[in-house]
Structure formats: structure tokens, C-alpha cells
């Protein structure tokens, strides 16, 4: 695994809870709900394609 990954994953959340806070303090809160979501999506479908790589690398390693 990836530092970069890490910082990634950390960024998406800082940016989200500070959209989440700022449009919840505006009255918002459909789209702060809507802005959580999307982040969360963002960082499975990141998540997705580490889990993904490393299951063809494990396929490679033992030839399956």
C-alpha cells in the first residue's frame, strides 16, 4: 500500500467535512447529505481499484 493512498482518502474526507459543515450552517442539508454521499462513493470506488490490483497481483505471484 501507498502513502499516497492515505493522503488521498484523507483529503476527500477533510474537503467533504468542511463542504458538509458549510452547507449544513447555511441551511443546506439535502445537499450536505448529497455531498457526503458523493465523497464516500469517491473514496470506495478508490478503494475498489486498490482491492482490485492487488487481487491481479496476487493472480500473477501464483499463476491462477
Avoid: C, P, Y
Amino acid at each position: 500500500m501507498d502513502v499516497d493512498l492515505i493522503f488521498k482518502v484523507a483529503a476527500i474526507g477533510i474537503l467533504v467535512a468542511v463542504l458538509n459543515q458549510l452547507l449544513i450552517r447555511s441551511g443546506r442539508e439535502e445537499q450536505a447529505m448529497m455531498t457526503t454521499l458523493a465523497g464516500l462513493i469517491v473514496v470506495m470506488m478508490i478503494l475498489i481499484q486498490e482491492i482490485s490490483g492487488m487481487f491481479q497481483l496476487i493472480k500473477q505471484t501464483f499463476g491462477l
